[in-house]
């Protein structure tokens, strides 16, 4: 069935360095990828996104990159901060599609 | 970007008594909304579709009588936990699709704690 790998499961980085999570999907109808941020104790909040029509998308300090041929994409903080730190999910759906398949998640600690 | 409620956020009840959960669209109409359970350091397990007007999709090892989902109105979904266990004890987030733009939106989550 469909599937969303998602690695490392946990990350750890200094206060101002570069974290990237990586993703990749199974289903080839799969052209909306979403990425969450998950602080303890409440529920998952979205923080960017990205069409199949497009292969890059920031927003300050953040950006996904989407390889459809390698049915890849990731997730890039730059100047991370320790408010930073959370549980983040990655996700895949196909557009009109029913459900959205979500990674297990990376719990990222950054280091003050 | 639109906001999706969750009332309690947190309960604490005894085993064998029931517990309702809603789950609110608060600025968007939501024909679909997903229930799903969260145990700590885990990913989310989706639980069930709840459809407005018709009955509720359950994934595979969920019990529908067990978790009882009532999608009354376009803006409201309710999941009833009855005769709860200390087994049922978790995290329960609700969320809802924009269907504009594909989105899907989540509730802050309801801690249950089955004593």
């Known amino acids: 069935g469909e599937n969303v790998e998602q690695h490392p499961s946990t990350l750890s980085v200094q206060e101002g360095d570069s974290a990237v999570i990586k993703c990749t999907y199974s289903d080839s109808a799969s052209n909306y990828f979403p990425w969450y941020k998950q602080e303890l104790g409440k529920g998952p909040q979205l923080i960017i996104d990205i069409r199949s029509n497009v292969g890059e998308k920031k927003d300050q300090r953040i950006a996904v990159t989407l390889n459809k041929t390698a049915k890849h994409f990731s997730l890039h903080i730059t100047e991370t901060q320790p408010e930073d730190s959370a549980v983040y999910f990655c996700a895949a759906k196909s557009i009109g599609g029913f459900k959205t398949i979500f990674g297990a998640g990376t719990r990222l600690f950054v280091k003050a | 970007g639109a906001v999706v409620s969750q009332h309690p956020s947190w309960v604490i009840c005894k085993s064998g008594t029931s517990v309702k959960i809603e789950c609110r669209s608060l600025?968007?109409?939501?024909?679909?909304m997903f229930w799903y359970r969260q145990f700590p350091k885990q990913s989310l397990m989706l639980m069930a579709t709840s459809n407005e007007g018709s009955k509720a999709t359950y994934e595979q090892g969920v019990e529908k009588d067990k978790f009882l989902i009532n999608h009354a109105s376009l803006t409201l979904s309710t999941l009833t936990v009855t005769s709860a266990h200390p087994e049922d004890s978790s995290f329960y987030i609700c969320?809802?699709?924009?269907?504009?733009?594909?989105?899907?939106?989540f509730g802050p989550g309801t801690r249950l704690t089955v004593l």
């Open positions: 600025d968007f109409q939501a024909t679909t």
């Open positions: 969320s809802a699709p924009d269907t504009y733009t594909d989105t899907q939106y």
